[in-house]
């Protein structure tokens, strides 16, 4: 079935180095969301991208969306404590039976 | 917080037992999902419901059903339980019973856990 991958699975850096998770899908995505799920939290969404090639960017967060609708990336600029989670993708399928399928996540890490 | 609440927040059983979980999504949402986190482990697509009728079914067991309800609460019931059903489960509420029109608001989960 439709899988969404997502690399690394772990990540851990010092407090002011970037971050980069990937998210990769094998068939064209009708759009990618991304959620942030601290410690013993529940998922809290983040945002969503639709347009090929789209960027969006929050602070020191920066989405992209790929051309071919089939990957995305979510990069952070200095990490700080705060960042500390799991992060989320979850691509929309396209035709038939709609879904959100999550990839794993990758569990982000912050020393300070 | 996000609107969604789900009850219980921990639930321990044994093997063989049957439990519910309830979720009420947020004010004015008609669509309602259910995932499974396990440990370690990403959200697994369950079910989802909009406005009372089942529209999308994932990798949801024999075992489990679920149905929301003219109030549009929703409960998910999990018998015959297994050493493996332990996991968190999360229950999500959107306006729009489409995937790609927008986020999904969860709710802070129900822990299972099955000795």
């Known amino acids: 079935g439709q899988q969404v991958m997502q690399i690394p699975q772990y990540q851990h850096v010092q407090e002011g180095e970037d971050f980069t998770t990937y998210c990769n899908s094998s068939?064209?995505?009708?759009?990618i969301q991304w959620y942030k799920q601290r410690p013993g939290g529940h998922p809290v969404f983040l945002i969503q991208?639709?347009?090929?090639?789209e960027v969006k960017k929050q602070k020191r967060l920066t989405f992209q969306f790929g051309e071919a609708k089939k990957n995305s990336s979510l990069h952070i600029t200095a990490t700080q404590t705060t960042d500390v989670g799991t992060y989320f993708c979850a691509g929309g399928t396209q035709g038939g039976s709609e879904k959100l399928v999550f990839g794993k996540g990758t569990k982000l890490t912050v020393n300070p | 917080d996000s609107g969604v609440t789900q009850t219980p927040k921990h639930l321990i059983t044994a093997t063989g037992q049957r439990v519910t979980l309830r979720c009420s999504p947020r004010s004015g949402d008609l669509s309602v999902y259910w995932y499974q986190q396990s440990l370690d482990q990403g959200l697994q697509f369950l079910i989802q419901y909009y406005n009372g009728e089942e529209r999308a079914k994932g990798n949801i067991l024999e075992r489990f059903s679920a149905q929301q309800f003219p109030d549009l609460h929703s409960e998910l019931n999990l018998s015959s339980l297994e050493l493996g059903d332990s996991a968190l489960y999360f229950c999500a509420s959107s306006v729009d019973p489409r995937w790609n029109t927008g986020e999904l608001f969860f709710g802070e989960g129900s822990r299972l856990t099955v000795l």
């Open positions: 991208l639709v347009k090929s090639g």
């Open positions: 068939t064209t995505l009708s759009n």
